[in-house]
T-cell receptor
């Protein structure tokens, strides 16, 4: 089983829609979680960290469910500029052991917001 | 201030040729990561440095891949005897702290095409 799995997508939604992405992770010892955004042919950029209690940043809400080992991202009132690939990132113990952790990315979910 | 800088931006190599990709992280950043991103996929972890120490190289796909960061700042990813399957975007990222404790800052990437 892959360390991080995301909704396959793609998602095509009209402007103003609400859209949600889910991501599951396999290692229960995973420590921290993030959503990154990647525009076409650009580098990934941090969108938001995901905190245990859930957190909100404007139209974006991130949630963590440790019991079920998934994280989610909700985008409300979507804008054309939200069109991008959304990458789930999990910080988990490295297979190499010791105290090393590594950041593993999901495959990403492509969102297109249409006028 | 200056972000993560990668060079070259684009590299075309003939199969069997050796290539070297350079990453200049943000000054003072302790952690440095290399990721490989194939078209339509999320970034795949290659290797991680904490200062000059390579703490995790579990993602390097074969012994043709080698990375170094001798003085704890600039890093080079070398690929020997390139193969077509090595064609991808190679992303470098740095962060001021250990993995997961601070966001990753990515460079623009080097797009490698092996013909």
């Amino acid at each position: 089983r892959k360390e991080v799995e995301q909704d396959p997508g793609p998602f095509n939604v009209p402007e103003g829609a609400t859209v949600a992405f889910n991501c599951t992770y396999s290692n229960s010892a995973s420590q921290s979680f993030f959503w990154y955004r990647q525009d076409c042919r650009k580098e990934p950029k941090l969108l938001m960290s995901v905190y245990s209690s859930g957190n909100e940043d404007g139209r974006f809400t991130a949630q963590l469910n440790r019991a079920s080992q998934y994280i989610s991202l909700l985008i409300r009132d979507s804008k054309l500029s939200d069109s991008a690939t959304y990458l789930c990132v999990v910080n988990h113990p490295a297979n190499s052991g010791g105290s090393n952790y590594k950041l593993t990315f999901g495959k990403g979910t492509l969102l297109t917001v249409n006028p | 201030g200056a972000g993560v800088s990668q060079s070259p931006r684009y590299k075309v190599a003939k199969r069997g040729q050796d290539v070297a990709l350079r990453c200049d992280p943000i000054s003072g950043h302790v952690s440095l990561f290399w990721y490989q991103q194939a078209l339509g996929q999320g970034p795949e972890f290659l290797t991680y440095f904490q200062n000059e120490a390579q703490l995790d190289k579990s993602g390097l796909p074969s012994d043709r891949f080698f990375a170094e960061r001798p003085e704890g700042s600039v890093s080079t990813l070398k690929i020997q005897r390139t193969q077509q399957e090595d064609s991808a975007v190679y992303l470098c990222a740095s962060s001021p702290l250990a993995p997961g404790n601070s966001p990753l800052h990515f460079g623009n990437g080097t797009r490698l095409t092996v013909t």
